[in-house]
């Protein structure tokens, strides 16, 4: 189905999702409007991954559903995790692997190599192109399938788990680049685990076990009451430098440890 409000991109209306006969995700609702950063948060096995790919109609709600706007673009970038760096591609073929035609690797053209320059230059990867993907660092691995999701001008960049895997440092750069490109107008929808160094910096936060917990900022959702229903364990809030850290209940909540206070 289709959405007519220009400005809300997709709408799950009471969504759930089922392998067999078990639902991993039950009676999900929120909407994503043009220009909105969120991200899906919850333990491993809450549904993240699932929704995602029903809101990419990769697999079918059994009950419920999905709509979008008309026309939607969606640009896709995978766990890094889960791409084979040993495949011996360039960070060109990677980019234009996503052109719509059935001509896999025939020559690219010289618009398509043009196009693919352009959006390698707007994310600091300018002369990278002819490189194999094995030799970039693991921030410009993440960038180059940023560029190949931006390759098509979609409405949505959608992410799963963008952090997941990575140093410390392609952490900051992830959250960096995310962050221009939407400041620069993109939508954003991601999944994340990481609750002190990506979701605690997003603007909206979808809680998400199965079924949606809470829905809001990082102030109104990372406190006390939310994370133990969302991750069945209490946790620990400090507030640090004006943000949110979450500690589960085993780590050492005093506050001079991070010269935060308790929240």
């Known amino acids: 189905m289709k959405v007519a409000e220009k400005d809300v991109l997709v709408h799950c209306h009471h969504v759930t999702c089922a392998y067999g006969d078990v639902a991993v995700v039950n009676d999900v609702n929120f909407t994503l409007h043009r220009g909105e950063f969120a991200g899906i948060v919850g333990p491993s096995g809450s549904g993240k991954t699932t929704l995602l790919k029903a809101v990419l109609g990769s697999i079918k709600p059994v009950h419920g559903s999905i709509d979008m706007l008309k026309g939607l673009r969606l640009g896709y970038v995978p766990q890094v995790e889960s791409v084979d760096w040993n495949f011996p591609v360039t960070v060109l073929e990677v980019i ?77 750069e992830v959250l960096h680049l995310l962050a221009d490109l939407h400041d620069a107008g993109m939508s954003v929808l991601l999944t994340t685990h990481d609750l002190n160094g990506l979701a605690a910096h997003l603007p909206r936060l979808i809680c998400l076990n199965k079924e949606i917990v809470a829905d809001g900022s990082p102030r109104e959702v990372l406190v006390p009451d939310v994370l133990e229903k969302l991750y069945g364990a209490p946790m620990h809030v400090l507030e640090h430098g004006g943000m949110p850290v979450v500690l ?14 308790a929240v």
């Open 248 to 261: 589960d209940h085993s780590e050492n909540p005093m506050v001079g440890r991070f010269g935060g206070k």
């Open 96 to 172: 234009v692997m996503t052109r719509g035609e059935k001509k896999w690797w025939p020559r690219i053209t010289a618009a398509e190599r043009a196009a693919a320059e352009d959006v390698l230059e707007q994310l600091g990867l300018g002369g990278l192109s002819g490189r194999h993907i094995r030799e970039l660092s693991g921030g410009q691995q993440q960038r180059v399938f940023v560029a190949r999701a931006l390759f098509h001008s979609p409405d949505i960049l959608v992410l799963d788990e963008p952090t997941s895997g990575v140093d410390v440092r392609t952490r900051h």
